[in-house]
């Protein structure tokens, strides 16, 4: 019989077996899905649509101004508010239009594309950001359901070695701290499984979320994690394009624009002015018009300091760009010395490790079944192969949460 921590590590862990109804979950679907309800994503789709549209009213003049009113318009006397009475009050009505550069107009429109640009590669980035930490969360759920499955096996040989541990101590052929050994290590177990069942809901609950799919969706496994895209030789060269650089380039030219921007600011924008006036009956009607600038008498404390504080803006983004960069290629660079390691580490305990801890655990079997050996030195070799094996499982587990990180450094499509 299992204990009641065994049917619960069963009713988790298999819950599958329930669920096989149900198209298995891949890896790639998993990313899909998460990439498809992100809301952040979509936000980033509406900043870069409204940065666009405000390009293009950048790029255009200002609006004409009406003008309408009265002048001269008597307040005292025989004629007070009286329009038309006296020949200086006249009814007046003009269009005012600011005559922006042509320059100005195009680096208001770049300073927006440049947004536009800097939202579309925020967007990539945190599509990088989602399929990466899908990933890791379906490859977590993945390797911890195959942990625990290892741990049932391991309790249940713990079980079968408590029987022969009680059918020895009660033949007289064992004693009681074998047996109390065998129930120890039952409890070691359960321990151990209790913490990896937590891990393993919680991997669970962190992939729904990403999905929307229900907590137990089975999972199909077919996940290879022992290659990488990435070229070590040409890394600075890719990681040009990272998603979190792109957006600092994004952000250079966005400081770039407005530096260009504040140029073009030295320049005064001119205001012309027409206005048909009319005055009371018997007087003719008239004309006025006008040209109105702004005068920058202080241009080295004004136009001069914006257009030096916006290049040094524009420096400050591409140096933060270019150290960016360079964090980015240390990173990966670590990251990828230890994903090699553990590619090793792996495959040495494939080849070497486990194939020797199974040797010594029938070894002891056959010393214990020709009597040259005691029931305790079997349960050491069980539990040194368990350990192995969970070890081997664990590494990984590591090491394929390190092969997400190294593919989905950018957004990928059509993978794994």
């Known amino acids: 019989m299992f204990s009641p921590f065994i049917w619960r590590c069963l009713a988790f862990g298999c819950a599958l077996a329930f669920a096989a109804e149900a198209p298995a979950l891949t890896l790639a679907q998993a990313q ?60 007046r009505i003009g269009v005012m239009q600011e005559l922006t550069s042509g320059d100005k107009r195009r680096w208001r429109a770049a300073r927006f594309e440049s947004e536009a640009a800097r939202s579309k590669a925020a967007a990539e980035a945190l599509a990088a950001n989602i399929q990466r930490d899908t990933a890791i969360a379906w490859l977590d759920r993945y390797h911890l359901e195959r942990m625990q499955a290892e741990l049932v096996r391991q309790a249940a040989l713990a079980r079968d070695e408590i029987a022969a541990a009680e059918a020895a101590y009660r033949g007289g052929r064992g004693t009681q701290s074998g047996l109390l050994d065998a129930r120890a290590a039952v409890l070691a177990l359960e321990d151990r499984a209790t913490e990896l069942g937590q891990q393993s809901r919680n991997a669970a609950v962190m992939l729904a979320r990403w999905t929307g799919e229900p907590v137990d969706v089975a999972l199909d496994g077919s996940v290879d994690t022992g290659s990488i895209a990435l070229d070590p030789t040409k890394l600075e060269a890719t990681l040009e394009h990272h998603p979190q650089v792109a957006v600092l380039s994004r952000q250079a030219e966005l400081a770039q624009a407005e530096a260009g921007l504040a140029r073009a600011n030295r320049s005064s924008d001119w205001t012309v002015e027409v206005a048909l006036q009319q005055r009371g009956p018997g007087y003719p009607g008239m004309v006025s018009f006008g040209v109105s600038v702004p005068l920058q008498w202080d241009r080295g404390h004004r136009q001069e300091r914006e257009l030096s504080a916006r290049l040094s803006m524009a420096e400050q983004a591409q140096a933060e760009r270019d150290e960016a960069l360079r964090d980015h290629v240390a990173e990966i660079r670590s990251q990828l010395a230890d994903w090699q390691a553990g590619r090793e580490r792996i495959s040495r305990y494939e080849k070497e490790v486990l194939p020797l801890a199974s040797a010594r655990t029938e070894a002891v079997l056959a010393a214990y079944r020709g009597g040259k050996a005691g029931l305790v030195e079997v349960m050491a070799a069980r539990r040194s192969e368990s350990e192995q094996r969970l070890q081997a499982l664990q590494l990984e587990r590591d090491n394929a949460r390190v092969w997400a990180q190294l593919t989905y450094i950018q957004p990928v499509k059509g993978h794994p």
Do not use: W
Not at 64 to 84: M, T
């Open 32 to 91: 899909q899905r998460a990439v498809e309800r992100s809301r952040q994503l979509a936000a980033q789709g509406h900043a870069a649509d409204a940065a666009r549209d405000m390009a293009v009213a950048a790029a255009q003049l200002p609006d004409p101004v009406l003008k309408a009113g009265v002048d001269n318009l008597p307040v005292s006397g025989a004629d007070r508010y009286r329009i038309g009475a006296d020949s200086m009050t006249m009814r």
